[in-house]
């Protein structure tokens, strides 16, 4: 079982709509929770981060954070075409301060 | 603010070969890690620095792989000799301080032809 998983997609979703992105991870003592975005053939672009239990809301993103089921998720709201990208979840995990990636979901925002 | 900077953005070489990939934080960053994601794969982690000492470099994947980082600032990567399985997209990151998020250079593609 891999440590972070996400469903790979495609998620498509029309334009203006909410789009729900989940992670997994694995039973082990997870410090901080990132959400990368990934236009194909470009680096990851740190968009949202997470610490504690609950939501964190910037702009049009939102991060939920669930210790206790070991997931968290990210919501895109007002859904644009520039948001279609893969989304990949990362998690620093145990007293390591490097990331354990998931593979990432492909979104799609139809127009 | 200049971001994280990585050079070159291609390289090309043969199986045998010896390659040097370079990567600037940014500045201020003491933190700096080294991933790679190979085709169809995670991300992978590789190593990481602290200023110029070794944090941790439990994913490097064997002894033709060396990471340096003189004086803390820049670093280098070298894989002496290239294998084909090496093959892949070597990021570079860099970080305020541990815990902090990490912000990624735009990557140097590897082909071991």
């Known amino acids: 079982q891999k440590e972070v998983e996400q469903n790979s997609g495609p998620l498509s979703v029309p334009e203006g709509a909410i789009a729900s992105l989940n992670c997994t991870y694995s039973d082990r003592v997870s410090q901080s929770f990132f959400w990368y975005r990934q236009y194909s053939g470009k680096s990851p672009e740190l968009i949202m981060s997470i610490y504690s239990n609950g939501d964190k809301e910037d702009g049009r993103f939102t991060a939920q954070l669930n210790k206790a089921s070991q997931y968290v998720s990210l919501l895109i709201r007002d859904s644009q075409p520039s948001d279609s990208a893969t989304y990949l979840c990362a998690v620093n995990m145990d007293s390591n301060y490097q990331l354990i990636w998931g593979a990432g979901t492909k979104l799609i925002i139809k127009p | 603010e200049a971001g994280v900077t990585q050079f070159p953005s291609h390289s090309v070489i043969e199986k045998g070969q010896t390659v040097t990939l370079r990567c600037d934080p940014i500045?201020?960053?003491?933190?700096l890690y080294w991933y790679r994601r190979v085709m169809g794969k995670e991300i992978k982690f590789l190593l990481h620095?602290?200023?110029?000492?070794?944090?941790?470099e439990s994913g490097m994947p064997n002894n033709r792989f060396l990471a340096e980082r003189t004086g803390g600032t820049y670093s280098t990567l070298k894989v002496q000799p290239a294998e084909l399985e090496d093959s892949g997209v070597y990021f570079c990151?860099?970080?305020?301080?541990?815990?902090?998020?990490?912000?990624f250079g735009p990557g140097t593609r590897l082909t071991v032809t």
């Open positions: 620095f602290v200023k110029e000492s070794k944090q941790d």
């Open positions: 990151a860099s970080s305020l301080m541990m815990i902090y998020e990490q912000y």
């Open positions: 500045s201020g960053h003491d933190n």
